[in-house]
Each structure stands twice: as C-alpha cells, then as structure tokens.
C-alpha cells in the first residue's frame, strides 16, 4: 500500500522514534520534506503558533455569602436513575451554564455552596426533595428560579422556590421526617413441602388471603418492633422500629392476580410518613416491608418506592 511518503523518510524517522528524539511539528516548524506534500495533495502551509498566555495564579473560588435559597424539586422519571453524588455534579454544572453567581467553600478543595437535605437512595422517585443554594450576589427569586428551571433535566421540576436568610439552619439540620408512597405485593407465607423431605428440601410458597387493613391496624396498635441495627463501626444494637413509625395508612388495594410461576399476590399501596433524621434516627420503607412480614407472617416484596415529601421543623 503506497500512502505518499518516502520510504527512506520513513525509515529515517522510525530510527529518531527509536531514539525518542523530540520531531518538530511541520505545521509551525516548516516541511519536513516527508514526501506526502505535492500538486496532488497539496503544499504544506506552516502557520504561526498562537502565544503562551500569561499565568494568571490559581483559580481563587468566590466564597462571599451573599442570598441564600431554599428549592423544593422532584427527581421523577429516568432521574430515579441518578445517585445522590451524579446529583450534586448535576447542580454543580446546571448553576455554571445557568451563570448563577454560585458561591463556594474554602479549603483545598473548594466546593460549590449546594446541600441537599436527604439523600435518595438509588432508583426511588420522589416529589418532595429541598436543595439550599448560596449565592454571591443578591438577585429576584423569580430570576433564579427562572435559570435554573431553564436548565435543568425536564425529570428534574422545581415546585417551590424561597429566600431564607444566611444564618437561618440548614435544610439537612431542620429534617425531622419524610412520607412515602409504597407498593409491597403479598405473594403467600412460608410454609415446609410434606411431599419433600430429607435433605435437598426446601420451603415453598403457599398462598393465603392478604388482609391489608387488618395488618395496618395491627401495625399501628403494636407497641414494639425490635431489629437488630448494625452502625458503621460494626457495634449492633436493638432498635424499636415502631418508635420512628409516625402515621400509616392503607391507600389502595387491588385484587389478587397470578404472578410468574403460577403463584398468586396481592397488592397494596401504602402512605407512611417516618422520622427521617440526619443523625442516623430513620425509618426506611424495608423497616416497614419488616414490620408488615412480622404481622402476616408472609413473604412482602418491596415493588416501587416514591418519596411524597421531606417534612421540616422549625420549633
């Protein structure tokens, strides 16, 4: 195959790569006479190389605290898909194309001013989530809710928009619960095979009618869940997971249908709202899958999870 280059410049410059000799750039340097320019391809143009700037110094981040926002918005969609650190990089890049006077931490590694009250687990929905933004200058709340709702994902809406003072407590310190909407499916309680015995056996699932509002009123009148918590340094402790239980209620319930394997469930909507506190005091929605096996004594699986809303408290 003839690409147009000499063969003997070739062989020339395969010795200087052997060499790791520095080859100087024909576009700035002039022809390195490699045989490929001609009336055919065309003649080589050696341009002038653009100038070094100037060093300016490290980039000196903007730390003034001037307005503060707080911004209610939902995570709806695709965007369930998103984790919470993808999330803060998200906000991250909506404020610079939004040229939101965002202000930033000191330290070494500065970060934009932007904390999100609770993070959501990954692939849950929500219409509730608050997220305080910090600015350098002072602008119209309408102006700043305007550019951000301009440039974020449609998954993304912003419901409420409010100034707070600078000194008032963070979002994240104010949280004291959130309410979920819940879908669990009752597939059938545990129960041993009599026809298998010996040592392969296993246990197999037997249908039974699901009374929902029974195990809700259950739920509610029962003083005591105990689990067992294990903390990130390994210690375990029981918790009463009916303590961070503060209202739930039965929403809706669709007859039983048979799912795969001929087995039949029966489905449920439930509202909850649990303590959901920064401190590690929370009640997720397994905690109450938990609780709803320990009354029915059935196997409950855990079908879509939405988030309603973070409540705060300002007492």
């Known amino acids: 195959m003839d690409t147009g280059i000499d063969k003997n410049w070739l062989k020339l410059d395969l ?3 052997l060499e790791a000799a520095t080859v100087p750039d ?7 006479r490699c045989g ?25 981040p903007n730390t003034e605290r001037k307005q503060r926002f707080r911004v209610w918005f939902g995570k709806v969609g695709d965007m369930a898909l998103v984790g919470h650190l993808d999330l803060l990089r998200l906000f991250d890049r909506v404020v610079r194309r939004a040229d939101l006077p965002i202000s930033f931490t000191g330290g070494f590694h500065p970060n ?3 904390s999100v009250a609770n993070a959501l ?4 929905t929500s219409t509730g989530e608050i997220a305080d933004f910090e600015l350098t200058e002072s602008i119209d709340l309408d102006v700043f809710r305007e550019k951000l709702a301009a440039t974020l994902p449609e998954n993304i ?3 409420r928009v409010e100034s707070i003072d600078l000194k008032a407590p963070s979002a994240s310190q104010l949280l004291e619960a959130a309410e979920y909407m819940i879908t669990v ?10 026809e298998l015995e010996g040592e392969n056996s296993a246990p197999v699932c037997v249908a039974a009618d699901a009374n929902w509002e029974a195990w809700v009123r259950t739920i509610v009148q029962t003083e005591a869940f105990w689990r067992v918590h294990t903390t990130k340094s390994g210690k375990t402790q029981d918790v009463n997971l009916r303590d961070r239980l503060h209202k739930l209620e039965l929403v809706e319930q669709q007859p039983e249908t048979s799912a795969n394997g001929g087995k039949s469930e029966s489905i449920a909507v439930l509202r ?6 920064s401190d590690g005091n929370l009640l997720k929605p397994e905690h109450l899958v938990f609780m709803l096996e320990q009354v029915s004594q059935q196997e409950i699986q855990l079908v879509q999870v939405q988030r309603s809303q973070l409540i705060l408290s300002y007492g």
């Open 185 to 194: 499916a009752a597939t059938g309680s545990l129960a041993e095979n009599p």
């Open 26 to 32: 024909c576009s700035f340097e002039g022809c390195s």
């Open 157 to 159: 809406p912003i419901y």
């Open 112 to 114: 934009p001013r932007i």
């Open 36 to 60: 490929v320019c001609g009336t055919d391809f065309g003649h080589n143009v050696v341009v002038d190389a653009l100038p070094i700037p100037a060093f300016a110094g490290e980039f000196v």
């Open 15 to 17: 010795q200087k790569a």
């Open 272 to 277: 909850y709202t649990g303590s959901c506190r």
């Open 121 to 124: 687990p990954l692939g849950v």
